[in-house]
Structure formats: structure tokens, C-alpha cells
């Protein structure tokens, strides 16, 4: 094992109906004004927006809304949030949504602090020293956002697709209730699927130092989503299975499969983040083309972990075996697993590998995924 | 799944040399005079000690010190550092040690900043509002105490060993460098895996709702312990070994296996608590006498959860063979499993059972666990 630190102070609520404690946990922090942020305005239909402000004004707390923030958010929009924010003055950013809503949340949570440009800090420009407490109430269970300290955003301008990282936008709170989650349409749903299982085996297969003990759980990961995705399709509103599908995407980005193992690699949604930014085709069915696509390439790298995760996964004895059975459960799920079930033409390969060729330059990863590398893994695809 | 509040503040720095991080950290709190806990001398003689204070002193850190701390801790010794700690009015409480060191910490770190009498939070008659902050180097890997809220602390009067749980008295920062732990004999690391799945089983097989994917993370924790210790008795400076083993041994009792299960009973750990206290035996060493007896009269009351722990950690077909299997390990990794091993005759059940009735009167278990079933639980041991 490798030396780590681990440190998540995220506070979780779980349960149904645990919306309601927003206004206390809020006001407990002697915080009177906030930005609530949101997608589009189906919270305001289904009741979740007035359950969320009755509770907000029972506490005193007053806010000002950056409502209609896109999948796949993009970085205007987080400016104008955090114009809102710098010009009403708000103490804290509240996010009511998925991980496209928390993701700007924290953006703007750190850039409200912050003098210069917030592109900055996706660029490496410069470092999130402090933020706004950020509040989440999620309405998908996919992104892990919930309980880390990431945040993914498009440049509309230039197209690049980065993240930050940074300790100061974990969650002070993130309330999961799964019946928020239950009405998310089927192919979104496998998309999140595709989503998680990418969260782990990322880390699980490109890790160098992968300890069993890391590996057991990743398993237990997949083996949870795998089974709960089936459930929830035939019946969305089996609670006892969206619960465990809501949980398991918690902890497949909370750190704690990939404390311990060796500096990993995320490639697949390195790829993705291109895919989508050109493309925008959400982030779980850009995944579920380049995994497989990836994996074939990939699996002669790490073998020994190849034929345990098509063994202990799908009971398969060669890691062939294992890739197909993954590519054939996307599928099965309802996921696309080829650029062309996406509408994406062999020609634009090459962009393609050129904008995904900038990120690996600037994730240092680019003496692996060299422009020729990324054709050729997207040719599988 | 069950609703749930998860939130785990505790830091961890994990790896060899990680105590050298002590001094800043500290520091780093604005905190300036610290209670400094540990056990035996043999801190003073292998080195850590010297190391820790050198990094004290360097960050201008000035420290008092309480030493004499045994195994079983008892709540005089805890009096006694609560006494120095408002005495030399210290801002901080940091262990050296192993989970009886850490737990008389928080109990410290709780008394410290309470008018009243510390034993008031063990017994229920109040609840812990605030404390000193707390910081650990372990020197042990077993109790789980390094990430949670838990002090189990002796009353040498009265001969309870009772607990408390807040979230004022989890560590801020907890320091494991397996290479601490190495020179633990072997006896001491059979016992501490015998606590460690105990930490986990006893959840897994007694809540009613049990989801697949809390069983998954238990599973994984079991089978990477009796890897690992497996491997350490042969071996005990197999450093990938020893680290699996102290990351799982966190992971036990962190609240991550146990969240989202229905109320849950420790039976085991309450009737053990009564042997240690009564007999002063190692805690681990107690377990494993207690365990495969308690299974023995349960087994019946949880047939699915039993037969899948039989089949998934030891390969068996039924919960008989499954708890024998388990028995067996234990008495192959040298703990004792049958009360006459640890020297404790058949006329002392009755004054063992009186102590456990008395607990689990107090844990609101006594319809359950009466004294005659403790008695009949006992005599299969």
C-alpha cells in the first residue's frame, strides 16, 4: 500500500424526506443568506423547490437563485453565479439537483472568494485557498459529488472540459434521499450506472499498487450497481434498491477505494470529458463507448487485475471475456457502446484525439495518451 | 436500507514516517500546550517518543504527560489525566498507543472541559457537549478507535466497562504508520483480528436489515484480515501485509459497514466487556472465546445472513459448518476459544452473566439478553 491522507468531512443525511433538515443545518452555521442553485424548473413543479424554501424562510434564511444550469455545465454560467454571489453578498451556495448543479455550486463557491478569473484554478493558474460552504440536496445519484471535493466544468469558449480538486468544496452537508432520485428516466438512470462503475474501475485497473483490501470493495461496488440497475429498471421505485444504488455512488468517489493505491490514471473520462464537451452527449453514455474501447487496448498492461475483475465480475476466465460481458451489460442496460449508436461520425476521431490530447498534456499523462494512442483506442470504440 | 446520519471528521495520515507530521499539524490548530498519553515505557526505548517530542518542540508545542496506561483502561487513571489536564490547563489531548490509550484520550478530552464527575457520560446521565481536540499515533491496529467516537473505559470500582460515543471526541487527526505496529507479538495480532471482525460481524449478523452492499464491505474486511494475518504470523514485517491489515482494521468501525442497517446489537462486545473487566483477560482474547458460542445460540434467529456468511468467507454450505470454520481460525491463529483456555471455570458464570444483565439492562437489550440466556450462551463456551 501506498502512504495517503484521507480527510472527508462531508456530513451525509440519508433517508427519506431528509430535505426538510436544510433549514436547520443552515441556519446552525449562523448563515442567513445563500444562493440556491438548480437545473431546470422541474423542482419547481414537483414540489421539492417549495419544501426546500418553507424551510429556508422557518429559519430565516434568505436567498437569491441561479436557476437553469445545463448537464455538462459550462462555465459562463458559473460566472454569472458568482457575480450573483459577489453582488448579493451570500454566505453560502446551496445546490438542488445532480452533479451538473453541485459541480457549478462549488465552482462558484470558490470563485466568490476569489479575485481573479475561477478558470484559473481548472487550469492550474492557481489554487483554491477558501470557498463558501457549499450545501447539497441531490436529486441523481451519480456523479459522487456529493462527498468530495471535485468539480467538473465546460469552457463554452474553448471547449475544454476540466476539474478542480480542492478540500474547501467538500459538502458541509449533502442530504440523499433516494425518492428525490426516482424519477429520472431509464436511460439516464444506466447512464449514471455506467457512470459509477467508471468511478472505480479506473483506479481498480490502472493503479499499479492495487491492494486486495481496495479491489474488495470496488467489486462490492459494481456487484452493488450492477444488480440494483436491474432492479430499478423493471421497477424505478423499489426504494430498498434505488438506496443502495444512491449509496454505492457515494462511496465510488469518496476516496476511499483509491486511498492506498498507487498514483492512478482516470483515462476514460479523461476521453469522455472530450466527447461530451464536443459533442455534449451526456458524460454516462460518452463512458459507455469508451470503456470498452479503452479496456481492449488497455488490458495487455494489467493483466493479473484484467482476469480478476472477469472473474470475480462476470466469472469469466480471460479478460476478453470480461470486457465483452462489461460491453454487453451497457448494452443490455440501454447504454451505447460505439460512437456510431451516438451519432458520432469515424471523421471527427481526429478532433476528437486532438482535444483529449490537450488534456493529457495537462494532466501530465501525455507519454501514454498521445494523439495517435487516443485514435487508436477511439478506432475500437 | 434504513435512514442514516454519516459524518466522519477524523484526518488520517497513513504511511511510514507520518508521526514526523504531528508537530505541524498541532500547531497548525493554533494549540501550544498539549496532555501527552501513552502506555508502557517502551515508547521511550524504541524511539517514538523522541521523535514525536522533537517535533513537538520544534513547532513550539510545550506538553505534560500521562503515562501508565494499561490495557482495559481504567476510569481512576482517566481521572487522574482530566485532574492534569485542567490543572496545566492544556488545549489538546494526544495519544501514543493503541486503542486503550486513545479511548482514556477522549475520555480526557471530554472530562477536561465538564464540572462534573466523567463517569456521567458513560452511565447516561449526560451527554458530552464539547471537548479538548484529540490527536493519535497508533502504535496498534485493532480497536478502530483512531476514526470514531468511541471510548470504552473501565470503572475500577464498580467494574463496568461501559462506553461513550460523541462526535466531539473523534480524533482530528490520527496518524497510522504501519511500521508502528510491527512489534506487536503474535498473540496481541491474533487478538486484534478477532476484535477487528468482530468489529464487523456483529453488525452483519444481527441487524434485520442487512443490505448486500454493507455485506459486501464487511466481507471484504474479514477475508483481507485473515489474509493479512495470516501472512503477518509468518511474516510480521511484510509491509503491504501490515498495512492492509491497519486500513481494515479502521474501516471496521468507522460507521461505514454499519450505516443504512437496521439497529443493530454488539451482544458480543457486552458480554466480552464482562470478561475483561471481571478477569482482566486481552479483549480480542475474550472475543474469540465469545463469538463462536454466541453464534451457536443465534444462528437460527438470522438462517440467510448465516448460511452467506458461511459460504462466502469459509466456503460451507451450512451455518453450523460456517462457525465451526470460524472457531477453528481463531484457535489456528492462537486465541483461546473456550472460557477454561483463558483459565475461567464454569462456577464463574454466573457472576459473568450478572455483570453482562446489568449492561444490557443499561444498552436496553435485557429482553433479549437476559441473565439465563447469557448463562446458556456461556456454557457453550
Request: glycine residues 8%.
Amino acid at each position: 500500500m501506498v502512504d495517503f491522507t484521507y480527510h472527508n468531512p462531508t456530513k451525509i443525511e440519508f433517508g427519506k424526506g431528509k430535505e426538510a433538515l436544510i433549514g436547520t443545518a443552515i441556519a446552525q452555521n449562523h448563515i442567513n443568506k445563500i444562493l440556491l442553485c438548480y437545473g431546470s424548473e422541474r423542482i419547481k413543479k414537483d414540489g421539492l423547490y417549495d419544501t426546500v424554501t418553507a424551510h429556508l424562510k422557518k429559519n430565516g434564511i434568505a436567498w437569491v437563485e441561479l436557476g437553469g444550469i445545463i448537464s455538462n455545465p459550462v462555465l459562463s454560467k458559473v460566472n454569472e453565479g458568482i457575480a450573483l454571489a459577489k453582488k448579493e453578498n451570500v454566505q453560502a451556495v446551496l445546490a438542488i439537483g445532480g452533479g451538473s448543479v453541485l459541480d457549478s455550486a462549488k465552482s462558484i463557491a470558490a470563485g466568490a472568494l476569489y479575485a481573479g478569473d475561477v478558470w484559473d484554478f481548472f487550469i492550474g493558474k492557481a489554487s483554491i485557498e477558501k470557498a463558501l460552504p457549499v450545501y447539497a440536496i441531490m436529486t441523481l445519484a451519480a456523479t459522487g459529488s456529493e462527498m468530495n471535493g471535485f468539480a467538473v466544468v465546460t469552457n463554452d469558449e474553448t471547449q475544454q472540459k476540466y476539474n478542480i480538486a480542492s478540500i474547501h468544496v467538500y459538502p458541509r452537508l449533502s442530504i440523499l434521499n433516494p425518492v428525490l432520485t426516482q424519477s429520472v428516466p431509464n436511460n439516464y438512470l444506466a447512464y449514471s450506472a455506467v457512470d459509477i462503475i467508471a468511478h472505480v474501475i479506473e483506479g481498480y485497473l490502472t493503479a499499479s499498487v492495487q491492494p486486495h483490501f481496495q479491489s474488495r470493495m470496488v467489486e462490492g461496488i459494481v456487484q452493488t450497481v450492477m444488480e440494483t440497475t436491474e432492479i430499478l429498471l423493471q421497477n424505478s421505485s423499489d426504494y430498498n434498491a434505488r438506496a443502495e444504488f444512491t449509496w454505492a455512488a457515494t462511496q465510488a468517489l469518496n476516496g476511499i477505494t483509491t486511498a492506498g493505491t498507487n498514483p492512478y490514471v482516470f483515462p476514460n473520462h479523461m476521453i469522455e470529458h472530450s466527447l461530451s464537451a464536443l459533442f455534449n452527449i451526456a458524460h454516462g453514455a460518452g463512458l459507455a463507448i469508451v470503456i470498452p474501447a479503452w479496456m481492449r487496448w488497455y488490458h495487455t498492461q494489467n493483466p493479473a487485475q484484467f482476469k480478476r475483475f472477469a472473474k470475480i465480475l462476470f466469472g469469466k476466465d480471460s479478460a476478453e471475456e470480461g470486457i465483452n460481458a462489461l460491453k454487453n451489460w451497457f448494452a443490455k442496460i440501454g447504454a451505447p457502446v460505439s460512437l456510431s449508436e451516438a451519432g458520432i461520425s469515424k471523421e471527427a476521431i481526429e478532433k476528437i484525439a486532438q482535444n483529449v490530447a490537450e488534456a493529457a498534456e495537462r494532466q501530465g499523462v501525455s507519454h501514454i495518451y498521445s494523439q495517435s494512442v487516443i485514435e487508436a483506442i477511439l478506432r475500437n470504440a
